[in-house]
Every structure is written in C-alpha cells, then in structure tokens.
C-alpha cells in the first residue's frame, strides 16, 4: 500500500506524520501509512496539471476514450484487493461495493463512449455573407473547451464512483481538463488504489503527465490549499451543506472566482397520495423501508421525509413501515463522525416539539461498532411547517412521516422544505390529475421527479440530472451524475473568421469527426 | 413620456421626488418625470413575476414566440420618437442607434425563432429496460425548464439592445422565465417607451400579468432590493468590474444564493504579428482608428490592448493610427459620470512611468459637453508586465500599444492581462503557424478568437461567445449574446417512470413538437 501523495507519473517524498485508515465495523486500525500532503505537494500537482493542460486539451478524442477505458481495466484488474479494503474502510457490504465498482466503471466507459462520438462539444457554425447589408456576416464556429485543472473532492459515501475515479473524475477528464483529486481521508486504502490505476493508465496509455494527480490530507487544509491555488479552474463536491458552502466561500473570494460544483445534501420527498394508498399501503412501506435504510441510509437520494393526508391507509403505510423498519439490523456507519452525527441529530429530531418515534430498528449486530438503528418519526405538517429545524438533513437511515390534514398542507410543506436533489409521487392511474398545483410546486424544487419507485439508485446515463435547486446543490443549472455532468468544465470558445487549417476537427469544413452539427441553424451529421 | 414604475399590466403610484434624464451632448434636462421606485414597488413587481410565472413556464412554444415578435414589432411602432429619444439620453448618433434598434428587433426574432423550432430545451430520453440486470433501467427523459423571475439590469452602453428589451430580456423571456427590470437611470425615457412597449405586447398576446415589470432608480438601492429579493431567481448584468462583482457578493449572500451573470469589461487585446504588419500596417492602422473610437469607445469589445513586436512596421503602424486618430473629431460620451471616468482614467495612465502619448484627437465640437478626445499610448512589453494598473480597462475612445522585444514577451503580456471577451490576431496566410504556443495562450484567455478583423460589432447569432474568462466575466460558461445565452436562465429536470400523458410535450412519445431530440443515445427527429 503506498500512502505517498501521487503527483504526475511519480509519488511525492513521504516526509509528514502519517494517519492511519479506521475500519469502522471493528475499530481496528488498517494496514498502510498516508501521509498529508504540504503546501509544497499542491504547488507541485498544480504545476503538473498546468503543463499536462496544453497538450491534454487538445488531445485527439480517441485516444482520450482510449484512457478512459484503461483507467476502468485497471481498476477492474485490482480484483478482490479492491473490493476488500473499500469494505473494511467504508464498512459498506461486498454486494454494495462489488455493484458500486460496475457503476464506477460503467461511468468511466460511458464518458469514453461520449468522448469517441465526439458530438458533446455542441459544434456550432454559422457560415460567412459576406455581402450581407448593411454590414458582412462574419464566418463564426463555436464549440465547447476545456477550462483548466479541476480540484475533485472524494465523497464518503461512494468511496468508488463519487471518489478517486468517480464521476466528477471521469467527466473532468473527458471534457479534457487535468484533476487533481483530494483523497477522502475516510478511505486513504482505496483512494490509493485506485489513484494509482489512474496513474498506471495515464502512463500506459501515453496521456501527458500531471493529467492526473492526488492528495491525501487527515484534515481540512489542503482542500482550501487546492480551492485557493490560482491554477485551479472548477472545484466539485460532494458531501454536507457546511462544507459545500465553506468550499464556495473561498472559491468565491479568490481573486479569480471560480465554479465550484457544490452537492449538498437533500431528503428526497416522498408525496403518498391516497389512492396510491388506499391500493398499496404496505406494498409501498416494504418498498421504502429498503430505500430509507439500504447503505446505512448514506445515500444523497435516501428519502428523509415521508408525506402524506391523513387516513387509515396512511396509518396502515405507517404501522407495515413500522414492522419492517424494526426488523432490520443495524448498519455500520462510514466513519465514527458519521455514526455520533447520526446519533445527535436522530435523537435531537426526537426531542422537538410533537415528533414522536415510529420505529426503531433494534438488532445491534454483537460487537460491532458505530452502528445505526433506522428510525423513523412522525409529526403533523402545521408542527413541521412551524418548525425549520425539521427539514433538515438526518445524514443515515432516518425518515420523518410528515402527515397533512389535506393536499393544500402537503403544497404548503412542498414550498418549505425548499430546493431538493429528488422528489417522488406514489399515485394510482390518473389520480395525478387532480394535483396539478401540486406537481407545480413539486416541479419548481426539484432535479429530479420520479413516479411510483425509489429516488436512490441513480441510472448514469444522458437524460440523469443530479442536482437540484438550493441547497441540494448550488447551481441547479448543472448535473453530477450522467453524461451531461461534462458542461460542468467546459466553456463555449467562438473562432471568428479563423483559417480553417487551424480550426479544431470539430469546426472544420467537411465534418472530419463525423459528428452533430448545428450549421445555419440546421442541425446535421 | 410615462415615467411610473411599470409593475405587470398597469403602473405603480408616482409618490416620490422624481428625476430627469440629461442629453449628455447639452446638458439641457429633457422632457418627462421618472419616480424612483420602493421596497413596494419591488416586493409588487415580485409578487407579480411569480404568480406569472406558474403560467408562463409552461405555455404554449408558439405563444410565447408569437409574444416575442410583438415586443419587436412594438418597439418598431413607436419610430422615431424612440431614435429620437435614444440619441438624445445618450449622445450616440442616429444611424447607430437605427443599427442598435435593428439587432435589438433581430434579436428578439432570433429568440422567437428559436423559441418556435424548441429544440433548444435539449430533450434527452432514455427508455425503460425493465428486465435488465441486476436492476432494472428506469424510464428517464430531461429537459431544460425555466428557473423562474430574473432580474434585468440595463446597460448604459445599449439603450435598446443590452438595456429594457434587449439580449438578456429576450432570451430570457424566451426560456419562459418573468423579467424585472432594473431600469438604467441615464436613458430612463427610452426605457420608460420601451418597457410601455412590452407591457403592450404583453397585454395584446394575453400573456399572464407579471411577465415583466419594469422599476426606476437614480441611485443603486432598488438594483440591490432586486437582487436581494427572495423569489429572484438569477440575474443579468453588463457593465463596470466593480458593479458586476458588487452585485454577484450580494447574490452569493443570499439566504439561497443565484446565480448573477455580469459581464464586466474587457480590454480586447489585438496582436499585430509581424508579416502582416509588413504586408499592411497603413491598412490595420485605418481599420483600428475607426474600431478604437466608434461609439466614443464605449463597446465591451472596444480594443484597448494593441500588441506587437519592434520593428519598421510597427512604427509605421502607430504613425498611421496616430495620423487617423487625431483627425477625429471628439465625440459624447452617454454620461457626464462616464465622461469624468474616462479622463481621470485616461489622464492617469499617460502618468504611469514609461507610457508616452501617441495621439489625441483635437477637435472639439463647438459648445459639446462631455466630449472624449480619443487617445492613443505606448508603452513597452516589460514596463506594461511590470505595472498591472496597465492592464485596466479605461472604457472609452483609449487604446494601449504595448511594444514587445519578441514573441516571448507577447506570450507573456498574454498571461499578464487575464480573462478576455475577444482576442484578435492579425497576420498573413500561414503565418499563425509559427505561433503555436501563443495561439494555445490566447485561446484560454478569450471567449471570442479572431483573425484579421475587428472585435467590435458583435454578430448576434448560434456560434456567437459572448463572455469569457474571469475578469470579462463571472462565469465563462455561458454566453449574454446569441441564442445560447437562453441556457442562463434554465436547468434540467428529469421526470422518471413519469404519466406519459402529463410530460412536457417536448419529452412525450412521438415527438409531437418535431424537435431534435437525443433518444437512446441517437440523435433524432
């Protein structure tokens, strides 16, 4: 296991105190020594990704595709090695981490697929008059470019497909920007493994060094260091609201400002309307009491607020949720902050006014530490609606039933809670039509709507938007997950009358790379 | 000549101390009174903007088109009373403000064209694949939805085309979110006949009340009212850095921060290589003289950055410029603040060490107030790296010729200026190929690269970037001039395993709007 701070195709002198990965389930320290990078180390990746930038921006897209689907070989040539210290870092089962490793390379191949087609850079031509009056028409090709090194930040949760490699990763590299990768110091083991498949790939594969870099830290300060240098050009993470927010405060007040893609967080309203109800009460509650509690409830998608109006049926929902939340096992947590988080938070919701307990899960496994029992809790919507405290994010297997005395509560509890990642209606055939404000309301806070299923299992493809109004994100007018997750590090370039010689394949004459087109205002291939 | 707050179908009350408009040219008050708008005002206009937009978001792709035309037609409707006007508040010539009304009536067609066609809102489908494994695939379709009210603020540059019904109100009326603007208060009658314009518009083609307002301010606390206002949900801006960078730290924060686009000045550098400068110095020189003055200079394109090597030429070159330009007669500048700004600016830099005069132009206008002399410095490639108070914008009829040693300090001088609207190139057939490495410098320094041209003039079309990196912009992403400057004001939403009689019609089976849509991976219609 080696713990030194990747830089470019070498690894950086390990000369800083090293700290040590923490399997969370048994407490046990894991074998390998990390060592935080310095100021020194930032200054290096930075310097590297710089110089990678001017050949890697511009480099052929096939041979980009071509590093892309290398990078997924060589984490899948990792084996059991990887799967098993992604376990005993994250506490996370096998199945979950084996299905997260196919998500992670799938990721990494859909974005090779895109970048092979070539069509995502959004070519636009708009051809020369030059006798137009009063003035001639310019000839003028715009296409999308790469804006420089983009710092990526390791989640926890998803310590392979939101980490190392992960989709802020695959769509960094693909738009053609160098990224620099902050290890989540929850998973120091894997975030090594995988840095160096990177690194392994980007070397077999002939890609310019410093297209890849990464660096370990146990606390806060080299993140800044990265948001701060002036060579970084876009920042993405994914975790809480305070450290979202932290990270575009300082990317806000550079002397150059720049993006950050910031996911913060979101409880996922689950709306129940009665006939949904009324034909599938415990259907729909053995359903979502696999959703709110699968991966400890770690999930930006788990749902964390329930919805419905009051009736028996809401009642049966409620007591069949009951049952099947009791019999769960508990679930270890990521990290022993995550699990005391959980802790405080769960039990404070507990303490405000009118919550009171549905279910608690009970079977503590023997031994095991941080653990989490599910819980859920019920109170009125007019206690929810005069209560801020109770939309906020419970970070694992937490749900509040929110129950309204009629459907302009539930609009009313729609409008409070505020900018959402997901939003979910359970209803029978037709019975949406007679919520129409409502779908509304549902519409203009969320990224994503979904209709009788779960909001967590997020498909990576094209039509995938992850993000949502504020605070799940703080641009909705981006996407983290799915291939249009590119846009996030490119910028729209114009060459206006340029020789057509030096015009980008993408803008030439002819179509070399056979890709979409806009030509006066014409789309074709 | 109505000077009230225009707040959706009707005017506000005329309760406080009213201002008047100045012809710069005179200094005579001219006719009509504008009230300053309130708290009131902007909570009205708000509320207003909101209860339109539950309407307006989804209406009908031709309606909304067929709105747009009317704006256009509106405004050709009130004639010469508008030029008059214009040319009066601004000091700019008729035949320019003719040209203005001509791109900002295209513009606003451009938009309805674009709005009718409606591929723009970027379908993407993916269909269900309910039998894949381990999970099955959802049903998933996207699409760009509008974000909701948007504040406007007219630049001073543009009466008609960046100001009332210009670029950012068309295209974001176009993406189906309301507009408030914040009216410019040195063309308050143009804009007073302007807004009156829309409002009508708006009322004949029954478009929900609310869809735009329009308030007035002498001063800069209505501007922040807006921005700061709750159900604001992003903003556009063109003028000075330190306006642009005032008002994105108010919306950064926010409660629930958004999204500012501020276009912010830029000074347009323009390399002057070598062979070119043999093969037509005089030429260059004539073209420049007329594109550093037009408009008194005061165009976010003006060049203010002339670059090139030491040699014969170039001294043939700057005799030439400085011959033209000081032929040229003094022109008005839009604001007697404007005019005050641009000799303290221009004064000041003459003084800074090493930057000797060019030219000036002498001719005043008998009597003419707030007249700019046009001028032209020099100042060599290492006093200009060595001094960055060089490279700040000095928005009127200025332009700074840095004299380099060689191609290297070119480069430098390229890194040295930062984020760019345009950068232009001048040179010879073949000649760009033996400067590789500057080309890769400019290229991420602009949003728009030319050869042999001006950067003034902005084509108003598909493949037109507008914006570009930091300073020029706060977000190089996207673009306040052609039609893709509609992505500023829109986000994605996905609707899984959605009723396929409720989607968007943009998203249903059959594409009933005939649109360009991605389906599968393939792009179709």
Redesign the interface.
């Known amino acids: 296991m080696n713990g030194r701070n990747l830089i470019g195709n070498g690894y950086a002198e390990a000369n800083t105190a090293a700290f040590k990965a923490i399997n969370p389930l048994t407490g046990e320290t894991l074998e390998g020594d990390f060592f935080p990078a310095r100021q020194k180390d930032v200054d290096e990746a930075l310097k590297y990704a710089v110089n990678a930038f001017?050949a890697y921006k511009n480099i052929d897209k096939d041979r980009k595709a071509a590093f892309l689907r290398a990078i997924a070989n060589e984490i899948l040539a990792l084996g059991d090695e990887l799967i098993e210290r992604t376990c005993a870092e994250s506490g996370l089962p096998a199945g979950r981490i084996q299905?997260e490793r196919g998500r992670t390379v799938g990721q990494l191949n859909l974005f090779a697929?895109l970048v092979a087609e070539g069509?995502w850079v959004d070519a636009?031509?708009?051809s020369a008059a030059p006798d137009r009056q009063?003035?001639p028409?310019?000839d003028?090709?715009?296409m999308l470019?790469a804006?420089?090194p983009v710092v990526v930040f390791g989640a926890s949760n998803f310590p392979l497909a939101f980490s190392v490699a992960g989709g802020d990763t695959a769509s960094a590299l693909a738009s053609g920007c160098p990224v620099v990768v902050k290890a989540h110091s929850a998973h120091p083991g894997t975030s090594a493994l995988v840095g160096a498949a990177i690194q392994k790939a980007a070397i077999a594969t002939g890609m310019p060094e410093g297209v890849f870099s990464m660096l370990f830290d146990s606390g806060y300060e080299i993140g800044e260091l990265l948001v701060k240098h002036p060579k970084t050009k876009a920042v993405t993470f994914t975790g809480s609201f305070k450290g979202g927010m932290a990270l575009?405060?300082i990317a806000?007040e550079r002397a150059?400002?720049?993006?950050v893609f910031a996911e913060m967080g979101s409880i996922n309203p689950v709306i129940l309307l009665p006939e949904a109800l009324e034909a599938r009460a415990e259907k729909i509650a053995e359903q979502y009491a696999v959703s709110i509690t699968g991966s400890a409830g770690q999930l930006c998608t788990q749902p964390g607020l329930l919805l419905g109006i009051t009736s028996p049926e809401l009642t049966l929902f409620k007591e069949t949720l009951a049952e099947k939340v009791a019999e769960i096992a508990s679930s270890t947590m990521l990290t022993p902050g995550i699990c005391k988080n959980f802790q405080s938070l769960s039990g404070g919701m507990l303490e405000e006014k009118e919550v009171t307990l549905v279910a608690k899960s009970s079977k503590t496994a023997e031994g095991a530490q941080n653990q989490a029992l599910a819980t859920i809790a019920e109170v009125s919507a007019k206690a929810f609606l005069a209560n801020p405290k109770l939309k906020e994010e419970v970070f694992g297997p937490w749900s509040l039933l929110v129950v309204a005395e009629d459907a302009a509560e539930l609009e009313a509890v729609l409008e409070h809670v505020?900018?959402q990642l997901t939003l979910t209606v359970m209803?029978e055939d037709n019975e949406?039509?007679t919520y129409k404000s409502l779908?509304?309301k549902a519409?203009?806070i969320?990224?994503?709507?979904?209709?009788?299923?779960v909001p967590t299992?997020v498909?990576v493809?094209?039509?995938?938007?992850h993000?949502g109004?504020?605070?799940a994100t703080?641009?909705?007018?981006f996407?983290s997950v799915g291939s249009?997750a590119i846009?996030?590090f490119?910028?729209?370039?114009?060459?206006?009358?340029?020789?057509k010689k030096?015009l980008p394949p993408a803008l030439q004459d002819g179509n070399p790379l056979n890709i979409?087109r806009?030509v006066d205002?014409t789309?074709t291939?």
Chains 1, 2 share one sequence.
Do not use: Y
């Not at 150059?256 to 993006?259: L, Q």
């Not at 493809?461 to 938007?465: D, I, L, V």
């Open positions: 001017t299905g697929d069509s636009i031509i708009d009063p003035m028409k310019p003028t090709r715009r470019v804006m420089g575009t405060k806000n150059e400002p720049i993006p505020g900018g209803a949406l039509l779908l509304e519409e203009d969320t990224g994503r709507i979904l209709l009788n299923g299992g498909e493809c094209a039509s995938m938007q993000g109004p504020f605070p703080n641009d909705s007018r996407t249009t846009h996030r490119v910028r729209p370039l114009t060459w206006q009358n340029w020789d030096l979409w806009l205002n789309m291939k």
